[in-house]
C-alpha cells in the first residue's frame, strides 16, 4: 500500500490542523493505520492508531484528548485532527499502515508501509 501524507502547516499554539493520509495500492482497509512523528534530532514516535474497522483507537499520552485519529475506509483515507497545538509538537508527521491480526485492535508498533511525511510547525 502507498500512503501519501498532506495537512501540514504553520500554525500558532493553541491552533489546530487536520492531516489527511490517503492510501492507494492495496485496499487499505485491510490495513491497521497509525501516525507518528519525528522531531529535529529525536527519534520517531507513536502519536496514534486505529483498527482496521475503525472502532479502536489509542494515543501517546503526551497527544491524548488534543487529536483524534478517524478513518474512511469509503474513501481510503486516514485523519489526523490535532488540537490545543503546543510548540513540542512540531515535528514531521508519517501516517503509516500495518496488516492487522485483529480487525478491532490498534497497534502502535510493527508498522510496514510509510508515507513521505508532512511538516507541522507550531509557534509560541
Known amino acids: 500500500v502507498q500512503l501519501q501524507a498532506y495537512g501540514g502547516g504553520l500554525v500558532q499554539a493553541g491552533g489546530s490542523l487536520r492531516l489527511s493520509c490517503a492510501a492507494s495500492?492495496?485496499?487499505?482497509?485491510?490495513?491497521?493505520m497509525g501516525w507518528f512523528r519525528q522531531a529535529p534530532g529525536k527519534e520517531r514516535e507513536f502519536v496514534a492508531g486505529?483498527?482496521?474497522?475503525?472502532?479502536?483507537?489509542g494515543y501517546a499520552d503526551s497527544v491524548k484528548g488534543r487529536f483524534t485519529i478517524t478513518r474512511d475506509n469509503a474513501k481510503n483515507t486516514v485523519y489526523l485532527q490535532t488540537s490545543s497545538l503546543k510548540p513540542e509538537d512540531t515535528a514531521v508527521y508519517y501516517c503509516?499502515?500495518?496488516?492487522?491480526?485483529?480487525?478491532?485492535?490498534?497497534?502502535?508498533?510493527?508498522?510496514?508501509?510509510w508515507g513521505q511525511g508532512t511538516q507541522v510547525t507550531v509557534s509560541s
Open positions: 503509516a499502515a500495518r496488516t492487522a491480526i485483529f480487525i478491532g485492535h490498534y497497534y502502535s508498533t510493527g508498522y510496514t508501509s
Open positions: 495500492g492495496r485496499t487499505s482497509s485491510n490495513y491497521a
Open positions: 486505529i483498527s482496521v474497522n475503525g472502532r479502536s483507537t
